[in-house]
């Protein structure tokens, strides 16, 4: 179990030496006996490498990515140690953890909008001007996604992944008696803040401890976002319709619980899971993050850490680093002292989203071609995604009662959870893969967006919304998925990481434009469909289809 010192220090120290398996030198030489070596060639973790294929996988490695530094080079040997310890306990409890940031942060994003029409009862405003709450919330993330992106290079993965939960819940649960509507939207905005830094910290807590072979999980990891969305449907439909004003005019905070009680059991939920991440899994400090700091041993500790989780064994050493890494320690050492600073962690961060790592994105014209229509597809699926399922319930609640809004609200969060499994097995099928999975549900979603409008029936706008959700959420997986997949790895965190701020500021955006066109309630759907419809044409030109092939 973890303490707060480890959590503050990130001071792991404890090598695991019964499950180590040394490598022999090379081919010629057999392995160095071991109480482990049966163990370890039932397991094909040490096999037939050598230390001297080890050096010559990865100089090749090297001179493919262009890329040759100390940290390179032990990065590259941190990926072979995990690929070759494989899937296990850890990384399955990883996927469980991490899926809870993806929980948070759609939790919160749709528990804020099936709040607004109670809060424009209770403090009287209108419900256009309601939409201000989820522009708070955005303002939140984008800060949030900034700031913890930069706090998890300089003080560790470890800390922001603890910290962003417990955030989120800490103002969670004080969002719930918040005691007007301004200091209300501020504490949506200081939530925010810790919902904000929880995909980019967890994606990158995932991919870093995650086998080469296995990348394809992170798709799934949108499982989780529906997860959320049902959570907070199924909830708001217990307390807002039983708890709740029923006229305006009336209400008073003492006859309009519903909304606190949501947004308190919501609070209480995501520190629930904050305790799981903290109290029940030992988490290592990614070992790469541990190696860009100079903290070798360290890294070491976290990947034979991971190895006696899994129950397996590993060849990695200090020794096994140093000797096939490179440099003298006299040079490590300086290199280190130069490199490891807080100053020069900001500088790095801030120079992903330089010209310099801007510019080979564009290298030539396939691969800019790719990068802009990829961008512009966050950029339109962020505005099109908020304009019409931040403002659900009130599009709903428009031809139905309180009752029927929430109901058919949680039907619809429950029929987007199979989306992202069903895109999973598509995105494997021949002459669908990748694009055309995303191209079809993306444009059967601006589809259903259009039907959506067509009539006033509940019925029909149920089963359009339940579909659109679906596919939805199919669109989704498949997105996440595709992005890092497409971009080479040493531009891939920029690359991802402009698509996802440029989501976030669309998405703040969208309530704006909710508000302004308020005339005509419809307009704000009406423009998520064109949006969706918009980015279904630029996924038809994409160039490049990454289904079977290896990610480089």
């Not at 100089?59 to 100390?70: F, L, M, R, Y």
């Not at 280190?336 to 992903?352: F, H, I, P, Y």
Request: hydrophobic content about 45%; aromatic content about 12%.
């Amino acid at each position: 179990m973890p303490n707060w010192k480890d959590l503050l220090t990130n001071r792991d120290r404890d090598f695991y030496p019964e499950v180590v398996v040394p490598l022999a030198r090379d081919s010629t030489a057999p392995v160095t006996e071991s109480k482990n070596e049966a163990n370890a060639q039932e397991k094909g973790v040490a096999g037939e490498l050598t230390i001297e294929s080890l050096r010559a996988e990865i100089e090749s490695g090297v001179v493919v990515s262009g890329h040759d530094s100390a940290y390179d080079r032990k990065a590259k040997i941190i990926n072979r140690a995990i690929q070759d310890i494989g899937m296990g306990r850890y990384q399955w409890g990883l996927f469980t953890l991490c899926g809870f940031g993806w929980v948070a942060d759609n939790l919160w994003l749709q528990g804020v909008a099936l709040t607004l029409t109670p809060l424009s009862m209770e403090f009287g405003i209108s419900e256009s001007e309601s939409r201000f709450a989820t522009c708070s919330l955005f303002v939140g993330l984008i800060v949030g996604a900034t700031f913890w992106g930069i706090a998890s290079d300089i003080i560790g993965r470890r800390p922001a992944f603890n910290c962003t939960l417990f955030l989120c819940g800490a103002f969670g649960l004080a969002a719930g008696g918040g005691p007007n509507w301004v200091g209300t939207c501020a504490l949506y905005a200081c939530l925010g803040l810790g919902v904000g830094g929880n995909l980019p910290v967890d994606a990158a807590v995932f991919c870093e401890c995650l086998p080469p072979d296995s990348g394809e999980l992170l798709s799934a990891l949108a499982t989780w976002w529906s997860v959320g969305t049902l959570i907070s449907s199924m909830l708001a439909w217990a307390f807002i319709p039983n708890f709740s004003c029923e006229d305006a005019a009336t209400c008073t905070r003492a006859d309009n619980w519903g909304w606190r009680y949501l947004v308190l059991t919501l609070g209480a939920i995501t520190f629930l899971m904050w305790i799981c991440r903290f109290f029940l899994f030992t988490y290592f400090e990614s070992p790469k993050f541990l190696i860009s700091r100079g903290r070798q041993e360290e890294a070491v500790a976290a990947v034979q850490g991971i190895a006696r989780k899994n129950r397996t064994t590993t060849w990695l050493t200090v020794d096994v680093l140093n000797e096939v890494g490179g440099f003298p320690e006299e040079a490590a050492a300086e290199q280190a002292k130069k490199e490891t600073s807080a100053a020069s962690a900001v500088k790095r961060s801030l120079e992903r989203f330089s010209l310099q790592q801007i510019k080979p994105l564009f290298a030539d014209r396939k691969l800019g071609f790719s990068t802009v229509l990829i961008w512009f597809c966050w950029t339109c699926i962020g505005m099109g995604y908020t304009l019409f399922n931040a403002f659900l319930p009130q599009y709903i609640g428009a031809n139905s009662t309180v009752y029927e809004t929430y109901r058919n609200y949680a039907i619809t969060a429950v029929c987007g959870i199979p989306g992202p499994l069903v895109a999973y097995w598509l995105v494997g099928l021949p002459y669908i893969g990748r694009k055309g999975t995303m191209a079809i549900s993306t444009a059967i979603t601006a589809v259903l967006l259009f039907c959506f409008t067509a009539s006033k029936d509940p019925n029909v706008q149920l089963v359009c919304s339940s579909l659109e959700s679906f596919f939805q959420m199919m669109m989704y997986g498949v997105l996440y998925a595709y992005t890092p997949e497409v971009f080479p790895a040493p531009n891939r965190g920029t690359a991802a990481g402009i698509a996802s701020c440029l989501n976030r500021i669309a998405g703040l955006m969208a309530p704006i434009i909710g508000i302004y066109a308020s005339g005509n309630p419809i307009a704000p759907i009406y423009a998520s469909g064109g949006l969706l419809l918009a980015s279904f044409v630029a996924m038809v030109f994409l160039p490049f289809e990454t289904r079977g092939k290896q990610v480089v």
